[in-house]
């Protein structure tokens, strides 16, 4: 019984066999860019947080009293460029009660960072490890209060002030699935600057969550 050789490179002009070596050559490290990793990863978490600095003391960054521990939530998204390299969002939802009377509601404050991740995004791996750091916006909201004084009462309403921060952490999970997993993360983050040209606060959070990992080929 005969057989036919379909292809032999030893038999193909010596161009053709540069250009497919050259070919080979540039595809071998893009395998681990393009093929090996996870196309979306994400987190969605729920946590404790508890502020330091002067978040935590009796003179606030924007208030005339400190705050006490809360709670966040929030989602993270990143792309992954290879198995140990993503970028990605940071968006972070805080609410610490405040120690003191007159305050109707939390202070809040909603960060959104553009954040690098370094760690393990392989989908053989069931086990996912990244530390992560990033900076950018936060929101810091402070709820309607009354402040009472030798001279009067004044209602203040809800606003707002626009501040910048940053935040580094490290985040760990097991994947469940091509698709899912569960995890955590402990992430610290740091108002370098807030309303005022005050910086200085900062809070530590500690969260569980869900984790996406949506593999290249699904």
């Given amino acids: 019984m005969k057989t ?3 292809f032999s490179i030893k ?7 540069t250009a497919l070596l050259l070919l080979v050559i ?8 393009c093929g090996d990793r996870y196309k979306i990863f994400g987190k969605y978490f729920l946590g404790f947080t508890n502020p330091n600095g002067d978040l935590g003391q009796s003179t606030s960054t924007t208030l005339n009293t400190g705050l006490n521990s809360g709670w966040n939530m929030g989602f993270d998204g990143a792309y992954p460029f290879d198995t140990h ?10 609410m610490f009660p405040i120690d003191a009377s007159g305050y109707d509601g939390n202070y809040k404050i909603l960060s ?3 954040t690098l991740f370094f760690g393990s995004f392989s989908p053989d791996n069931g086990f996912v490890a990244a530390g992560f750091v990033g900076g950018g916006y936060s929101f810091l909201i402070t709820p309607p209060h009354t402040v009472a004084s ?3 009462t004044y209602n203040y309403s809800s606003h707002s002030d626009l501040g910048l921060g940053v935040g580094t952490g490290f985040l760990y999970g097991y994947r469940l699935s091509d698709s899912f997993g569960i995890g955590g993360a ?5 108002l370098i600057l807030a309303p005022n040209g005050n910086g200085g606060g900062s809070y530590l959070s500690v969260d569980i969550g869900l984790l996406i990992t949506v593999v290249e080929g699904l």
Avoid: E
Avoid at 11 to 17: D, G, S
Avoid at 85 to 94: E, K, M, N, P, T
Avoid at 186 to 190: E, F
């Fill in 11 to 17: 038999r193909t002009p010596r161009a053709l066999r």
């Fill in 26 to 33: 540039i595809i071998s490290p893009a395998r681990g860019i």
């Fill in 85 to 94: 390299v993503a970028v990605g969002l940071d968006i972070r939802y805080s």
């Fill in 112 to 114: 959104l960072k553009p």
């Fill in 150 to 152: 030798l001279y009067g």
């Fill in 4 to 6: 036919f050789q379909i």
């Fill in 186 to 190: 402990v992430a610290y983050d740091y």
